[in-house]
């Protein structure tokens, strides 16, 4: 082989496969980028539901105390019309719920209205998961907000094992 097309040919083959290999280093590192962004991305998404849920859950939990109070208010002022005048000391779940009719209803009012903004952030926070994945997630989270209050916390650590392991976090 002629040495100038023999010199040439090696100029070009390096020059190519330095091209080649540097082609691939850079998509490998662009895949390492955006699998980086994924995690962090993910990460803020379900930092974001955790918070939404533990709002959630502190409004329910309170819905459900007003729920008992608003019951003992309720005998309490059945008892009262059913005999007027008898001496009956109030409940201290009066305080609680309001002392007139007018009180209670905002009381409550005020209380869906939470619910229903702490609901909202549920659902706005969840709506990342259904971006940014993966489907276990996504399904573990739907679990924890149709689980019953009691059942809360196995529903929750269920979905920090999905989350964890979309993280890619070791334990």
Excluded: C
Aim: cysteine-free; charged content about 25%; hydrophobic content about 45%.
């Amino acid at each position: 082989m002629d040495p100038v097309a023999l010199a040439v040919l090696s100029a070009f083959g390096g020059a190519g496969l330095t091209a080649v290999a540097g082609f691939i280093g850079a998509l490998l590192q662009s895949r390492r980028e955006h699998d980086k962004w994924v995690r962090e991305q993910r990460y803020n998404a379900y930092l974001a539901y955790v918070h939404a849920d533990d709002r959630y859950t502190a409004v329910r939990r309170e819905i459900e105390a007003s729920n008992s109070a608003f019951e003992a208010v309720r005998e309490w002022i059945v008892v009262q019309e059913a005999s007027p005048g008898a001496p009956m000391d109030e409940p201290p779940e009066l305080d609680v719920v309001g002392r007139t009719h007018e009180e209670r209803s905002e009381r409550l009012a005020a209380l869906h209205a939470r619910m229903e903004a702490a609901h909202e952030g549920i659902v706005e926070a969840a709506g990342a998961f259904s971006l940014l994945g993966p489907d276990a997630v996504v399904k573990a989270a739907h679990n924890v907000v149709g689980a019953k209050l009691q059942e809360r916390n196995r529903a929750i650590a269920d979905l920090e094992v999905v989350m964890r392991k979309a993280l890619g976090v070791r334990n």
